[in-house]
């Protein structure tokens, strides 16, 4: 639990504001762990649970918090002050979609630093006070990546009318930090300088198309890494470098086994040529008896066999090359 505790003069104010949204059209049903303990209790909800969630851990002690939440008009606590839960029934999912689709107006540009409480700040210091039917909001919402929960400049504004929501969209032109701006102030800025808006709607039905102004930079990433078909692209130098590693192997792989062949044919080929020299006498073997008593020169021809006589020991020249057994090493 943070330490911080909100000690400013509005805090039932921003008590029931927080809770009321919580349970309201907007974000109930698209709330799964809101909704899935809404509908398993009959849209009963305990407080405790309320207070752990991020916005309201700031609010204490309790007891001003009940407080603050007997005096709201949309929810009802308990006899017991323990649960709570809105008054009014939950309107159809589908109903309620398609009308924050067409209220909720789509805006980017906004500088990826900002957190939540400065765009709450902007919209209703800026934007509200301006609105020709309601001077309030249903929500606000920073669009963040999936991955990195990273803001990337993207908000959702859902308006209460789809009147508001369409004075914002085709009647001023709004920029960060000044708001809306007059048509005197616009012609001294340039494009970049404004805010890009769309309704919800056409956003969504842009992105199905694949047509969208100011792609963000989650979009920009996703399709870099994928094909037209939809499929994953693979980084085409090291694709190439992997191949060219694994073909240099195989060829090392199959030179050595060529290698090793070769060395077992000459193996083979050269124990058959020693049995062969072992088996056929000299011509010194064959010399005639009486060159037997001839003064000797060498000593291999002195002790020369008779012709019928095999030799016993192969000459030693005829012995193969002993090859290394242990074949060589793949790094």
Same mark, same amino acid.
């Given at each position: 639990?943070?330490?911080?505790?909100?000690?400013?003069?509005?805090?039932?104010?921003?008590?029931?504001?927080?809770?009321?949204? *919580?349970?309201?059209?907007?974000?109930?049903?698209?709330?799964?762990?809101?909704?899935?303990?809404?509908?398993?209790?009959?849209?009963?909800?305990?407080?405790?649970?309320?207070?752990?969630?991020?916005?309201?851990?700031? *609010?204490?002690?309790?007891?001003?918090?009940?407080?603050?939440?007997?005096?709201?008009?949309?929810?009802?606590?308990?006899?017991?002050?323990?649960?709570?839960?809105?008054?009014?029934?939950?309107?159809?999912?589908?109903?309620?979609?398609?009308?924050?689709?067409?209220?909720?107006?789509?805006?980017?540009?906004?500088?990826?630093?900002?957190?939540?409480?400065?765009?709450?700040?902007?919209?209703?210091?800026?934007?509200?006070?301006?609105?020709?039917?309601?001077?309030?909001?249903?929500?606000?919402?920073?669009?963040?990546?999936?991955?990195?929960?990273?803001?990337?400049?993207?908000?959702?504004?859902?308006?209460?009318?789809?009147?508001?929501?369409? *004075?914002?969209?085709?009647?001023?032109?709004?920029? *960060?930090?000044?708001?809306?701006?007059?048509?005197?102030?616009?012609?001294?800025?340039?494009?970049?300088?404004?805010?890009?808006?769309?309704?919800?709607?056409?956003?969504?039905?842009?992105?199905?198309?694949?047509?969208?102004?100011?792609?963000?930079?989650?979009?920009?990433?996703?399709?870099?890494?994928?094909?037209?078909?939809?499929?994953?692209?693979?980084?085409?130098?090291?694709?190439?470098?992997?191949?060219?590693?694994?073909?240099?192997?195989?060829?090392?792989?199959?030179?050595?086994?060529?290698?090793?062949?070769?060395?077992?044919?000459?193996?083979?080929?050269?124990?058959?040529?020693?049995?062969?020299?072992?088996?056929?006498?000299?011509?010194?073997?064959?010399?005639?008896?009486?060159?037997?008593?001839?003064?000797?020169?060498?000593?291999?021809?002195?002790?020369?066999?008779?012709?019928?006589?095999?030799?016993?020991?192969?000459?030693?020249?005829?012995?193969?090359?002993?090859?290394?057994?242990?074949?060589?090493?793949?790094?």
């Amino acid at each position: 639990m943070t330490d911080f505790v909100y000690q400013g003069e509005d805090f039932e104010e921003k008590v029931k504001k927080q809770v009321e949204f *919580y349970f309201s059209d907007s974000n109930l049903q698209s709330d799964k762990f809101l909704w899935k303990i809404y509908e398993a209790n009959d849209g009963w909800v305990e407080l405790k649970t309320i207070l752990t969630f991020g916005r309201m851990r700031q *609010y204490r002690p309790e007891e001003k918090v009940i407080e603050a939440l007997q005096k709201s008009d949309k929810l009802v606590l308990s006899s017991n002050n323990e649960m709570i839960r809105r008054k009014d029934p939950v309107k159809d999912f589908n109903e309620v979609k398609n009308t924050k689709k067409r209220n909720t107006l789509h805006i980017e540009g906004f500088p990826k630093d900002l957190s939540q409480e400065d765009v709450e700040n902007w919209v209703n210091e800026k934007i509200v006070g301006e609105l020709p039917k309601e001077k309030e909001v249903c929500s606000v919402r920073r669009i963040k990546s999936r991955a990195k929960k990273e803001f990337f400049g993207v908000v959702d504004v859902e308006f209460k009318t789809q009147e508001d929501c369409e *004075y914002i969209l085709n009647n001023v032109e709004l920029s *960060y930090p000044k708001g809306i701006v007059t048509k005197e102030e616009a012609e001294g800025l340039e494009k970049k300088d404004f805010l890009k808006k769309m309704t919800l709607l056409t956003f969504q039905e842009m992105r199905e198309s694949g047509k969208r102004f100011g792609v963000n930079e989650v979009t920009k990433r996703r399709n870099s890494f994928n094909d037209k078909g939809g499929n994953k692209k693979s980084k085409k130098g090291n694709h190439n470098k992997h191949n060219k590693h694994n073909n240099n192997k195989k060829q090392e792989s199959d030179k050595k086994e060529t290698e090793e062949k070769l060395e077992k044919v000459e193996e083979k080929e050269s124990t058959e040529a020693s049995q062969e020299v072992s088996e056929a006498p000299k011509e010194t073997a064959e010399a005639p008896k009486e060159t037997a008593e001839a003064p000797k020169e060498t000593t291999e021809t002195a002790e020369a066999p008779k012709e019928t006589t095999e030799t016993a020991e192969a000459p030693k020249e005829a012995e193969p090359a002993k090859e290394s057994a242990e074949p060589a090493k793949e790094e």
